[in-house]
């Protein structure tokens, strides 16, 4: 996976679920992480290795990875998750990638 | 907790070089396992990897920056530094250190670097 594509921006209503999409070449054949970053902070992690969820992350986050795409949902979206996210992968075993972001909003 | 800080200049001329240092607590380079990154980003843009390496000095660069890039360690001190050199405006960005691997990252706060005259 040399390029990973996001959307550039996904809306969704309070309580209703978001879905954030990452593509890219065998994308499935490796693991994917999600980071979140908010205005003017550092990239927080709330999903690694496709679908594991650090400490401290609410469960509403979940994540998956097959194919060409890996995808974050986030179920019951709150204003809270108005951030912008990025997936992550390795383009070897040392080599990192990352996707160009999708600017998430919840109205 | 892993925690990470990076400090260096906030202000440097054009075709000059940018030098970083990112030091780490509650972890131990030279313990291994990991990959330690910079990353940069533009204002109001994505993220940019420039590059990491691992405790034994072995790197890996985005080739967009290869040629002006070099990262190395001080395990002895545990940090690890960045240097790009001929910078120009185009280089202005807040950088980042971070420590990722696939069971998870660590970043630190990120510190703002203007190219300028």
């Known amino acids: 996976s040399h390029y990973l594509t996001q959307p550039p921006s996904v809306s969704v209503s309070p309580g209703q679920t978001a879905s954030i999409t990452c593509s890219g070449d065998r994308l499935g054949d490796e693991f994917a992480c999600w980071y979140q970053q908010k205005p003017g902070q550092s990239p927080v992690l709330v999903i690694y290795r496709d679908n594991k969820r650090p400490s401290g992350i609410p469960e509403r986050f979940s994540g998956s990875n097959s194919e060409n795409t890996a995808t974050l949902t986030i179920s019951g979206a709150q204003a809270m998750d108005e951030a912008d996210y990025y997936c992550q992968a390795w383009d070897s075993s040392s080599t990192v990638i990352f996707g160009g972001g999708t600017k998430l909003t919840v109205l | 907790q892993v925690q990470l800080q990076e400090s260096g200049p906030g202000l440097v001329k054009p075709s000059q070089t940018l030098s970083l240092t990112c030091t780490v607590s509650g972890d131990s380079i030279s313990r291994g396992g990991y990959y330690w990154n910079w990353i940069r980003q533009h204002p109001g843009k994505g993220l940019e990897w420039i590059g990491n390496?691992?405790?034994?000095?072995?790197?890996d660069y985005s080739p967009s920056l290869k040629s002006r890039v070099t990262i190395s360690v001080d395990t002895s001190k545990n940090q690890f530094s960045l240097i790009l050199r001929s910078v120009t405006a185009a280089d202005t960005a807040v950088y980042y250190c971070a420590r990722l691997s696939n069971v998870g990252g660590y970043w630190g706060q990120g510190t703002l670097v203007t190219v300028s005259s």
């Open positions: 390496i691992y405790y034994s000095g072995s790197t």
